[in-house]
């Protein structure tokens, strides 16, 4: 926890509301969202007790699983699952805009691409679960399944996988999005009850976020917002109807556990939207709309994927691809923190008190400084800035402005409270700066050592090429009547 933050959630105490700690959304938020709260069963990793899903506030679609430990009903939820997820998710790929690429060959992207919302971060987990347990399926052979589920499995497998790239907005665990703009006064362990999160977030009227958290905590007024239930509504209410329904599998039954479930998931389903209205009313970051062209181009190439035929999602990474995206994943996460700080003074001033940053008033400039002769003789307009923040960078360094894109300097030295800078790039091509690219003095500007510039990945070999020490290179999947017998545990 940074010094802002932890500042921040003592504030939310003394306040008795959460604190902000960022001025704009740091994620893509989709006019159609989808939902989907999953419940599985206790003891089961990814069997499936139901889900709340839809993309309506007032309509959602209530999926059960009568006895989830009955293969076929499974699999039958996994079918009225897709039933719904796969509209949705397909209706993205049917509209596309050409890019022009720079030094290549203009290609194909979706317009818009899907965005699903899961309570927290366990949900997320058992989405992924519950596509790995379903994507190898078939529709013939032995335990043949409905053809929408292998389908289904491998889309969940894909956005399971994209959840775990930061930056990325096509699933979403709304219990981390809003913790990244709101401080509050308990636990990072206690954030993770979306009830509790939202009562320090939006108490309700006569309410501080300390009661209105506490009251969260009662599993009656507001259950877990899943995938995991109560263990008192497993043993009172669950087990009792599970058994009336093995006795008897009347639908009169089957509406009994319908309504034990709705009972558990209708407050999480008021929590969700609750929750996407607060991000909605933040204003959109600056550079979320470039993460989110990513992620439309990395759901079009998966939506090609499909349709030219392709396996599906290894069971486990090879050697290579491995280490290819955790160098993928690492370089995410740099890029991402330097997006938010530049989008966000809050985040910046983070990297301010490190002394990574600085941030003061200008208080000279020479726009039209020069160095070199001849052919080499460059322009490097000069200023110095007063700042009180504890800079930490040593002469020589290159910083980047939030204010001004394409804007780099250098670090000269520092000097009775001020940093004399060399502006590098951004001033146009000309004999003298382009108007505006100089800062001028009495003007108030942020410089950093953070970068978001590309960065290549270290040199692998083909798979084809890994070395024994790491396996050998990987064999190909052939689908056999042995995927059919994965356990869902």
Request: net charge negative.
């Amino acid at each position: 926890m940074s010094a802002l933050t932890a500042l921040a959630r003592l504030r939310a105490v003394r306040e008795g509301v959460a604190q902000p700690i960022a001025t704009v959304r740091h994620c893509h938020l989709s006019d159609r969202p989808m939902v989907f709260i999953p419940l599985r069963m206790a003891g089961e990793a990814a069997a499936p007790l139901g889900a709340m899903v839809g993309t309506d506030p007032e309509h959602p679609r209530l999926l059960v699983v009568p006895q989830p430990r009955n293969r076929d009903l499974r699999f039958a939820f996994a079918a009225e699952l897709a039933e719904v997820l796969l509209p949705y998710i397909e209706g993205f790929g049917k509209t596309t805009e050409t890019v022009e690429k720079r030094g290549g060959e203009p290609y194909e992207r979706c317009l818009d691409a899907p965005q699903i919302l899961v309570p927290n971060r366990p949900a997320a987990a058992f989405t992924g679960l519950l596509g790995r347990s379903t994507r190898f399926r078939r529709a013939e052979g032995p335990y043949p399944v409905h053809p929408s589920v292998p389908l289904l499995g491998r889309w969940l497998t894909y956005f399971a996988d994209r959840s775990a790239q930061p930056g990325s907005s096509l699933l979403l665990a709304v219990t981390e999005v809003l913790g990244t703009h709101w401080a509050t006064g308990q636990s990072s362990l206690e954030d993770a009850n979306l009830a509790a999160l939202l009562g320090w977030i939006d108490p309700p009227a006569g309410m501080d976020g300390r009661r209105a958290a506490q009251e969260a905590e009662d599993p009656l007024l507001w259950p877990p917002a899943g995938p995991a239930t109560d263990p008192g509504f497993d043993n009172e209410v669950l087990a009792p109807a599970i058994r009336a329904y093995e006795e008897a599998p009347t639908s009169r039954a089957v509406e009994r556990i319908a309504q034990a479930l709705r009972s558990q998931l209708e407050p999480a389903w008021r929590l969700m939207w609750r929750a996407v209205e607060l991000l909605r009313a933040l204003p959109e970051g600056s550079r979320v709309a470039g993460r989110w062209e990513v992620d439309r181009g990395s759901f079009t190439r998966f939506v090609e994927r499909i349709a030219e035929g392709a396996p599906p999602q290894a069971r486990r990474d090879g050697a290579v691809s491995a280490a290819a995206r955790l160098a993928g994943l690492e370089r995410a996460r740099a890029g991402y923190d330097v997006q938010r700080a530049y989008d966000d003074p809050l985040v910046m001033a983070e990297y301010r008190l490190t002394g990574e940053a600085f941030a003061g008033v200008v208080t000279g400039a020479e726009p039209e400084h020069f160095e070199g002769e001849g052919r080499s003789r460059k322009l490097r307009p000069l200023i110095r800035v007063r700042t009180d923040d504890p800079v930490r960078l040593a002469p020589g360094t290159a910083v980047g402005s939030p204010d001004r894109r394409g804007h780099g300097a250098e670090v000269l030295g520092f000097a009775e409270g001020e940093i004399l800078l060399k502006i590098t790039k951004g001033m146009g091509r000309g004999k003298v700066p382009a108007p505006g690219s100089v800062p001028e003095p009495g003007e108030r500007v942020c410089y950093t050592s953070l970068t978001d510039d590309f960065q290549s990945s270290a040199a692998l070999p083909d798979p084809e090429n890994t070395p024994w020490t790491h396996g050998g290179p990987p064999q190909e999947y052939v689908p056999d009547d042995d995927d059919a017998q994965e356990e869902w545990s």
